[in-house]
């Protein structure tokens, strides 16, 4: 029988030295620790109003991007548009056009044309008189398609600075959409409308500053909102995915989300780089011809919510 005294009183076995690099036992590598507690990022299909790009030039300059005639490769700039096409049909969106106006060379950025939440939709009214046509445009096709359209009293340039997440409306002003939009909207949709103020004319639109990634979470740049504003962001997304200037510049901010997979401007490396981390799937699509109008992937991009 085995002496209980000796038992107790001998030298422990030694203990085998970790492997370089190996951390501490009972600590979880932070790779497993994003895999456990993330849930995963589930899609959801949607459908989009676009508008080809046949008429698109810049001829007039009406925010910081864009240079009187500036020379724009509308060849390159109708392929780039059909491969944004094409990536939302690939991944199960549905995609309905919009006819293109003589004369409207900003047409083709959709998104300004409208609000549509709930199948209700809250028309335009252009800050610049270039682009006022196009909201007559926009209304035809959305009533020919069986919506009721509310026409605002005051300066609205719809989804650019009139943003979904969730059951809040984020609402832009500062260099287009006013304040007193923001208020219709709120009584027309009856949803909590926050306005927010933008400080940089190079972000002109909500939508050039923010995006939605989901119905709980948003990405935005900082540098773009006034500092009230700024508060009101940082209470209301604590997990907000942070943008650098220069990827917000690069229109990385312009971009389309389903929930999943991210349609993102392929220059906007670092954002790429993050929303991976954040367990997105990126969809780089280049509209770079775009930029020189100061639009990109969202602007082109009208959701119709139902």
């Not at 038992?7 to 790779?31: K, M, N």
């Not at 400080?199 to 540098?223: E, M, R, W």
């Amino acid at each position: 029988m085995p002496d209980p005294v000796s038992a107790l009183t001998r030298e422990p076995a030694p203990v085998e030295p970790a492997p370089a690099g190996a951390l501490p036992v009972g600590v979880v590598p932070e790779e497993a620790v994003r895999t456990i507690v993330r849930p995963p990022r589930v899609p959801r299909p949607r459908r989009y109003l676009l508008c080809e790009p046949l008429h698109f030039e810049v001829r007039y300059a009406i925010n910081a991007w864009m240079r009187d005639a500036a020379p724009v490769d509308r060849a390159l700039a109708q392929r780039q548009w059909a491969t944004l096409v094409q990536a939302y049909r690939d991944h199960g969106h549905t995609v309905e056009t919009v006819e293109p106006v003589a004369d409207l060379p900003d047409m083709v950025f959709a998104a300004n044309s409208a609000l549509v939440v709930g199948g209700r939709v809250f028309g335009s009214h252009f800050h610049a008189p270039e682009r006022r046509p196009e909201s007559a445009a926009y209304e035809a096709w959305f009533r020919a398609a069986g919506f009721d359209v509310r026409a605002p009293k005051s300066v609205c340039e719809g989804e650019g600075d009139l943003v979904p997440v969730g059951g809040w409306i984020l609402a832009g002003t500062g260099f287009r959409t006013t304040r007193e939009t923001h208020r219709e909207v709120q009584e027309f949709l009856g949803l909590p409308t926050i306005s927010l103020q933008l400080v940089d004319p190079y972000f002109y639109h909500l939508d050039t500053a923010l995006f939605p990634l989901d119905d709980t979470n948003v990405a935005y740049y900082p540098g773009a909102f006034s500092r009230g504003s700024l508060e009101v962001l940082r209470r209301l997304f604590p997990e907000a995915v942070i943008a650098t200037r220069e990827d917000a510049m690069a229109f990385g901010l312009n971009s389309v989300s389903d929930g999943c997979h991210v349609f993102v401007a392929p220059q906007a490396e670092g954002l790429i780089e993050q929303l991976a981390r954040h367990g997105y799937v990126p969809v780089p699509v280049d509209l770079s011809e775009f930029h020189k109008a100061g639009g990109g992937i969202k602007c082109c991009t009208q959701e119709v919510r139902p």
